[in-house]
């Protein structure tokens, strides 16, 4: 499952209200995170793996 952070298109491993795999918290400014089904572009550690 992949979110994306909509204020800059980048695409995370992760679900909304949770946590991305590199440690962002998608429940704060829920509302820029949505479920998607794009490719993962986050390169950081726990993403990209
Ligand atoms: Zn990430």
Redesign the pocket.
Known sequence: MAVKHTPTG?V???TKNGQ?????DTKKNSEHWVSSHDR?T???N???N
């Open positions: 980048e995370h491993k992760g991305t795999g590199c440690g962002f993962i986050c390169q950081k726990g993403c990209n």
